[in-house]
């Protein structure tokens, strides 16, 4: 399998710079969560790696090969949006076999097996399903499509925590039984952290994480104790937030904490989870979409 | 401050029972989870405890007083809900003017305090602003609004993980300065779990728990350890849920342990947190809305 590299994207609309000079690689066979804010450019990232719209500079490869209208290519690549391109209409056995004609195959038995199990029923229509059912439906497909990348924008849109652990539990066995890569763009990152293996954040436009999430997550820390000790130890380094409580000073960093620095006895340390890690990460300045 | 009881309230759509019989009581100044799958009916029972659809039979009382058409009462309940009663146009400051003609009192200060941490504009209008910034702007409205029972329906709809936690932290916030009953319906449970004192779960079209989140989870155990010893272990227990991993049967109950039977050395005990509580209780059958 190739490689799918984001080169020097740009894409502005109206006066808005969306994403700024953007570069990524996705590995085959991984499952990265791409995550920002509301408004941080997500959506239209996967649009663009994807061929819906299109970047103002900057490409978007497959091995060495361009992706942008080169059907070919176009066929290794799946996205499944909160858009919904179909018509209302249309029933969920249909869109197993547009997913084949498009796709060139479909998983119809696991399909059918997945849908039973969501409890939805091969002929209702999509508009007739409720938010969470129609999401379930549309995960359905992607979860059995034959592309080798597959998006996942907000895949728990309206899910039940029941719907939400069956699609975790289907995309870990999917995963197993025939490796490929996944990436996962959602506001719930405590629940899919134990999923991700690489994580890429976007904020104001640009990628400011680009890596293993256990690599990002052995440097987060909360640091916390009387203010001057956790002034003194965390001086020079970049403090994301900082709150008080009493006479205690918490603050967030994500650092190498490896120099010889003595931690004080009343100084505490405690490793911040991911969607920790990732709000401290992008406190700074909130967005409108 | 009085209860407010809900009796034997049934309501039917069409052939369809939304809710059948249902009945319980909120004490004043506590906070609360009305937790259900999709189509449980949670909406239709917050839409008709304050006033917005009628129940085919039963009442909501305030303290002595049935609520239906009283503005009394009325004035007392403040539904946040995802249907959007307010036109197009209206601007978010119209809102708070709406909710101090309409309650008699609004914290403007406060409210311009939140809405500046959400990064809103008091002159957008509602129909300018992404999902998640309208959520939030609807949320400054409830947090702010004057009466006694607030309930919020799907909080958190829209919003990234950010803001999900400031709204965790306003609700606390104006929870302690001025105590009043919350009712927090929602799919992030894990979430909200450790803001809620009593949980009132829905499955159905009946209430299932309405207890202390304490007490279901000091009962809420994952059971597992080789298949023959869990089965003698739980005897007589009703299981919710049970999976095979190799070897291993792991079930989940929902039972007082404090009987004569002895743990086998080789079986093991574990606490569930009130997500997996949640969805080992409702995991029988899926519901269409």
Not at 79 to 101: C, I
Not at 177 to 198: G, K, M, N, Y
Not at 200 to 210: E, M, Q, Y
């Amino acid at each position: 399998m190739n490689k799918l590299t984001i080169q020097h994207v740009k894409k502005r609309f109206g006066r808005k710079q969306i994403l700024n000079d953007v570069s990524f690689e996705l590995a085959p066979a991984k499952i990265y969560g791409l995550l920002g804010r509301n408004g941080a450019g997500k959506s239209t990232l996967l649009n663009i790696m994807t061929n819906r719209i299109f970047a103002n500079q900057g490409q978007v490869l497959l091995g060495q090969t361009p992706v942008a209208n080169n059907q070919a290519a176009l066929s290794e690549l799946y996205l499944m949006s909160e858009v919904d391109l179909l018509m209302k209409h249309t029933k969920v056995k249909d869109t197993f076999a547009m997913a084949e004609d498009v796709y060139g195959q479909f998983d119809f038995a696991n399909a059918t097996r997945m849908l039973n199990a969501f409890g939805i029923s091969e002929k209702d229509t999509l508009a007739k399903l409720s938010t969470g059912l129609r999401t379930a439906a549309k995960l359905t497909v992607a979860l059995n499509v034959n592309a080798n990348y597959i998006f996942l924008d907000e895949p728990t849109l309206g899910l039940d925590a029941n719907h939400r652990e069956l699609f975790y539990q289907e995309l870990m066995r999917t995963y197993e039984e025939r490796p490929r890569t996944f990436v996962i763009s959602t506001h719930l990152i405590s629940e899919v952290q134990q999923l991700l293996e690489d994580v890429i954040i976007l904020d104001h436009a640009t990628i400011i994480k680009n890596e293993a999430v256990s690599d990002l997550l052995a440097n987060a820390y909360e640091i916390s104790g009387p203010a001057d000790l956790v002034a003194e130890y965390t001086a020079g380094m970049q403090i994301l937030t900082s709150r008080q409580l009493g006479k205690i000073q918490a603050v967030t960093v994500v650092a190498a904490l490896n120099d010889h620095r003595v931690l004080p006895d009343q100084v505490k340390l405690a490793h911040l989870d991911l969607q920790k890690t990732f709000t401290a990460l992008t406190n700074g300045g909130e967005k409108h979409e």
